[in-house]
């Protein structure tokens, strides 16, 4: 009875602190507690402890939860120092309860090694990691930890899985696989939601790009909705052929709810595109890619996307997919507030460099793209969202500043993350420490709601 007692107080502690990590960091804690209070409990019914032991005991037990309350609190602080990436100073971050609390100016110097604190990097458009492919229909929650422990590594905290042209059956079943992702405890933080990039998109030959033409279809709202709720509301983001018949309702209804709609793998003139962003549409998706080779030089579906300023521009700058040109004209129109970096990476990134078979047919897989080797075009992107930035930085002679508001802030406003993408007192610690080397960004350290996730020593 009494020690039923016991439990209900400990259970009431555990319910006034409400949170996950108080079974995480306090659990252990709790151990060597209930240990003492088992082997009172023991001494009070065999009748040893009298008046002043129960008040002794009762003092002992509150000791002990201020001492937890008192350690969990110290656990929650930390301190983060690096030199700050949007003014090259060195900073202190204090970290309390996994957010930015205090942002402390240090008096040292950088040096040359120096190792830059920046947001985590959000990669808004990503099939898949490691030999991870999220369109699997054999994946589990365990090879999308896996494929989101491999992406931690490479700097991203925060992606939104991808999904291309499929058949509804697969999609759904798809969707209901990576909703299980959305709460998990160890990995729901850096999967806020997916990304579906068709299938209401372009039938057209060199606009629907590598998308199966045979399950490209027109947009249906109440299909979508399946698979919405198949992705337990998942879906943030979609990419959709503004030309297609019924794509304006579609994307009026899409703005209506909250999912943002990205026009891409399309052939839209100026007044589909107009008629588009009127409706909502906010991003094209790889601008420069999912297009036919041969197109109108003066009415083609770049220049009305270019020229409004209502789209912000996502782009797979690995130096594969665009040309330096094309990135730089990009920048230049864009800037760094409506430029937002993609790697559009396939489940063979950050594997071996070789030969493998994907869609029945050999591909090759180089260190930084996905090539079919026998017409030796491309196949796919391989490089993470790091590789980009270095190589935007490398580009267009842009600021790291710069680099980080394509590949963090700005992918993190577009889906209306407000907590993330950017430093500052009140924003979730979503951190990485790095390195520039050789124009390239290396990971030191990734740290997810003031967690280190993964570091390099
Ligand atoms: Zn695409």
Known sequence: MRSRIIKNRCGKILELRNCRKFFQNELLLLFPVCFVINNELSLYKKGKILIMGKIKFIYKVLFIVVFIIQANHINAQQKVEGILYLDNEPVSLKIVD?????????????????????????????????????????????????????LWKEGV???????????????KNSFSILSESLDDEEIGMSIPGFHLEGPYISPVKGFRGAHLEKYIRQPDWNEFMELQKAANNGIKLITVAPEVEGAIPFIQECSKNGIVVSLGHHNGNTEQIKQATDA????????????????NRHNNPLWPQLADDRISASIIADGFHLTREEVQCFYKIKGSNRTILVSDALDLAGLEPGEYIRWERKV????????FPAENVLAGAASPLSTCVGNIMKFTQCTLLDAIQMASTNPAQLIGLDNIGEISPGKRADLILF???????VIQKTIVAGKVVYSKQ
């Open 364 to 371: 090759l897989l180089t260190p930084d793209v996905v090539k």
């Open 157 to 171: 905290t925060t992606f939104l899985p991808t999904l291309i042209t499929a058949d509804q059956e697969s999609l």
């Open 280 to 295: 909502g549409a906010s991003m094209s998706t790889h601008l420069g890619n999912g297009c036919a080779n041969m197109i």
């Open 435 to 441: 390195t520039m080397e050789e124009g390239k960004m």
């Open 98 to 150: 996994g957010r930015i609390a205090e942002i402390e100016r240090l008096s040292s110097k950088p040096t040359a090694s120096a190792v830059y604190i920046a947001p985590g990097l959000i990669d808004i458009q990503i099939n898949g990691y490691m030999g991870i492919d999220f369109a699997s229909q054999d994946l589990t929650i365990e090879g999308l930890r896996e494929a989101t422990k491999a």
